[in-house]
């Protein structure tokens, strides 16, 4: 009887402090260092994301869940509380900024750096240059003997977005766009197929996985001329800083959870001194130029 009695008590002791344990590093207990918290990401941004949460978990006491989707359906999912941090390549729309007033929520927007959407072609085709008004015409149904296709990574994703506001179209055509799932596919898509162009995220083209190193030895990245704008330019971190590449794109982490949790703490890492030297080494543009300390000896 004793035996069984000190048993049962060491059994519920046990349990006990394995029941607190995962209480302190679950969000009942966060903080802006500590805790657990899933962060929706873009997944056109998810290389530099997956990056910045490898090092904020190394050095604090936190688990991040990293949730990629394409920009809609990370959109919807933060408006429905799936989480309530997300990391765009724009700001909220007014809808959206309604949403969150109307639950008494302000949104916290911190830039955290530049992006670009990046043009690619089949190595077989030599003309490494493109202007900008011939992909938009040709989004608009002008023929060009150029351009056979343009292929997106996914009909919701931020870079389709992005293509038809500049074109100033509601909705992508059907003729001569296609769509797969993934940035992955994209590159496979266009290693594979002369003649079309490829529409991705510079991130992913800076920090391939694995799976699409192979892919980048058959393709070419593009250098562009803007709109009435003289040269061409590639998507380089200098290009990008200077002004010159026509399509950068700033990045935010958005912030609703409404009180001091680790959504605030990650922004303020990822727009710190360590976040933006991660930026700045994935070839990115940081929001600043993280400085360099040096050691003159005698």
Request: proline content about 3%.
């Amino acid at each position: 009887m004793k035996l069984t009695l000190s048993f049962s008590v060491v059994f519920v002791i046990l349990f006990s402090s394995l029941f607190f344990c995962c209480k302190n590093f679950s969000g009942d207990n966060e903080t802006i260092l500590k805790g657990e918290v899933t962060v929706i990401v873009d997944e056109t941004l998810k290389p530099i994301i997956e990056d910045q949460i490898a090092v904020f978990e190394g050095e604090y006491n936190a688990r991040i869940v990293l949730d990629s989707k394409s920009e809609k359906e990370a959109s919807l999912a933060f408006v429905k509380d799936t989480s309530r941090i997300i990391v765009l390549s724009r700001k909220l729309n007014d809808s959206e900024i309604k949403y969150f007033e109307s639950i008494k929520i302000t949104p916290k927007t911190t830039k955290i750096g530049t992006d670009a959407i990046a043009f690619i072609s089949n190595k077989k085709n030599k003309d490494t240059l493109i202007a900008l008004q011939d992909v938009v015409d040709f989004m608009k149904g002008v023929s060009n003997n150029r351009i056979k296709g343009l292929v997106f990574d996914n009909p919701n994703s931020s870079t389709v977005r992005y293509m038809n506001e500049l074109a100033g179209l509601e909705s992508s055509p059907e003729k001569g766009i296609y769509s797969v799932k993934r940035n992955e596919d994209v590159l496979k898509f266009v290693s594979e197929n002369d003649g079309i162009i490829g529409v991705v995220g510079l991130n992913w083209l800076y920090q391939p996985t694995e799976e699409i190193k192979d892919y980048l030895k058959k393709i070419n990245v593009l250098s562009v001329k803007g709109i009435g704008k003289e040269g061409f330019f590639a998507p380089t971190q200098n290009n990008i800083a200077e002004g010159t590449y026509p399509l950068a794109r700033d990045l935010f982490i958005i912030n609703c959870q409404g009180y001091s949790g680790l959504g605030m703490g990650f922004a303020s890492f990822v727009a710190g001194d360590i976040g933006q030297r991660i930026i700045l080494k994935s070839g990115l543009l940081p929001i600043r130029i993280p400085g360099r300390k040096l050691l003159i000896l005698d």
